[in-house]
């Protein structure tokens, strides 16, 4: 039995219109009434248009909103199509997701991710910062190799960590229905942990309903960035729930 804090991010990728938001009702009624449920802190980070929306049908709940990524520049500017930390922040954002690996594979790098948690720190955000290796890299085993990379570059310069949240998403396991071995993760974290200090570490990648029951026996997980299945109340409140049995 789970009796730890634990912190359970949804990141609806680029799905749900308005319509989505009626779903909600569900998970809010569902934490209201959970036994456990000052021992969690959920996150929704739906797409950008849906953030002041979603603030306000959350507004009597302890849910928050995230977003799921920014522009590095901390002032407004001539950027089309961009949105910043600042910006965010204006429509009750209180997190923002920086460096998923589905961003890292349109080209972000580790300096600019650096310089986009910068400014949303300024902008008075918690950060999820997403790291994780690639299936190549896993087979070459370089893992610990490149995470240290990604949290080196990262977090240069950045003192003061309170307000970060580390997401380890194995690119590999990123909608695909795979998690790593449970031993393998548990080690994977610890390294992470032993790198960063005292940050929270979630697991990211294909979690679900059925696999969280595993997950939750790996103890140094401090919680769980949920895609696919958090469009899904149903699925996402399951999650929750088995973390707990
Ligand atoms: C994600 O998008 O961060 C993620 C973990 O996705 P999924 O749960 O669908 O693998």
């Excluded at 912190?7 to 989505?20: E, H």
């Excluded at 429509?91 to 961003?103: D, L, P, Q, T």
């Excluded at 594979?105 to 400014?119: C, P, R, T, V």
């Amino acid at each position: 039995m789970t009796n730890k804090y634990m912190i359970f991010v949804a990141n609806w990728k680029m799905f749900g219109g308005l319509n989505s938001l009626n779903s909600l009702r569900k998970v809010v009624k569902f934490l209201k009434n959970f036994k456990k449920n000052n021992l969690i802190k959920i996150v929704y980070c739906p797409p950008n248009t849906l953030i002041r929306p979603m603030t306000k049908k959350l507004r009597k709940s302890k849910i928050e909103v995230g977003a799921q990524n920014c522009h590095e520049n901390n002032d407004y500017g001539a950027f089309t199509g961009s949105v910043n930390s600042k910006m965010l922040k204006s429509v009750g954002a209180k997190y923002v997701i920086i460096g998923h690996s589905e961003n890292r594979q349109a080209g972000e790098k580790d300096k600019l991710i650096n310089i986009k948690i910068k400014s949303a720190l300024k902008s008075g955000l918690k950060v999820i910062f997403c790291i994780g290796e690639t299936i190549q890299q896993k087979r070459k085993k370089i893992t610990k190799q490149i995470l240290n990379k990604q949290i080196q570059i990262g977090l240069n310069k950045i003192a003061n960590k309170k307000k970060i949240l580390i997401a380890y998403e194995p690119v590999w396991s990123i909608g695909t229905g795979l998690i790593p071995q449970s031993k393998e993760l548990f080690n994977t974290i610890d390294f992470i942990k032993k790198k960063i200090g005292n940050l929270k570490v979630l697991y990211g990648g294909s979690v679900n309903p059925k696999n969280v029951t595993e997950l939750k026996s790996i103890d140094n997980i401090d919680g769980f960035l949920v895609g696919g299945a958090s469009q899904d109340a149903k699925k996402f409140i399951d999650i929750i729930k088995k973390t707990y049995n």
